[in-house]
């Protein structure tokens, strides 16, 4: 009887413990440290194209390549494009422009969100955590005049409320490529970079882009491809991406650098 007893003492013993291991049998100090584990919730990313394609629109690769780090970096994104008319249609083939095509922003920035995107009006920083601006000369062409006016362009009075609304608010904004332009436009004594400001045997084709953000009262920072430059007074995040002629893997790298600095800023 005596070990009868033992054995369902024993028993006992080991489903008690048994139990203090299971959700309903944690203690008070297990289950404050599982709720401070807790995942923080995701940041909401807007990420903003001016069409389609290199020469008129969106740098693709730039655009995939954010949305891919910002998927790693567990974002929540939403996709957005101004309902405009293009400046003009690039045939990519032949880089000339196709005289008889007209085609709409909001409509070609369609192809790159498979479809899910909203006009650029409908955006607020009230909704979002960050702000994300895509190169491509859509960003120059497009989404301002800078691609005719240089440093005496205008802004889309779209782009220009957004920059302002999120600046205003004190929430990041990332511009790669051509697109930190449209930062040194509207935020007056920003920092930004394009990268080098010569062109180095033709590796930096676009390294005159740096003065003509001078001229607009912008600071201009030399910078890597594979680095980003990390305003924090402003919160605004910059990289070269394709201003510079690089291997892709180091392009991506580089825009992976500002993703990531865009979403340490948001706190999320």
């Known amino acids: 009887m005596a070990a009868v007893r033992a054995l369902v003492g024993s028993r006992l013993a080991a489903a008690s413990a048994f139990a203090s291991l299971s959700p309903g049998g944690r203690t008070p100090s297990q289950r404050a440290a599982i709720h401070l584990s807790a995942p923080h919730p995701a940041a909401k990313v807007a990420l903003v194209l001016s069409g389609c394609g290199v020469y008129d629109g969106t740098e693709i690769h730039e655009a995939s390549a954010i949305l891919v780090h910002l998927s790693r970096g567990g ?64 960003a120059a062409k497009n989404l301002s005049t800078f691609a005719v006016d240089g440093k005496d362009c205008k802004v889309n009075k779209e782009v220009e409320r957004i920059l302002k609304e999120f600046h205003q608010a004190g929430k990041p904004i990332g511009l790669c490529c051509i697109a930190p332009v449209l930062a040194a436009k509207v935020l ?48 605004v995040v910059t990289t070269p991406a394709f201003m510079c002629e690089a291997a892709l893997h180091h392009i991506h790298d580089g825009i992976g650098a500002m993703v990531r600095k865009v979403l340490e800023l948001t706190g999320k």
């Open 75 to 138: 974002a929540e994104v939403q996709i957005f494009a101004p309902d405009i008319p293009q400046m003009h249609v690039i045939d990519h083939t032949k880089g000339q422009p196709s005289e008889s095509e007209s085609r709409n922003v909001l409509t070609e920035s369609a192809r790159i969100a498979r479809g899910k995107i909203t006009d650029l009006a409908k955006l607020s920083a009230a909704n979002h955590d960050a702000a994300i601006f895509p190169g491509g000369f859509g």
């Open 188 to 235: 007056r004594g920003v920092e930004v970079t394009v990268g080098h400001e010569q062109e180095e045997g033709g590796k930096w084709p676009y390294a005159g882009t740096a003065e003509a953000i001078k001229a607009l009262g912008a600071k201009h920072f030399v910078k890597e491809v594979a680095e980003a430059h990390v305003d924090q007074k402003n919160k």
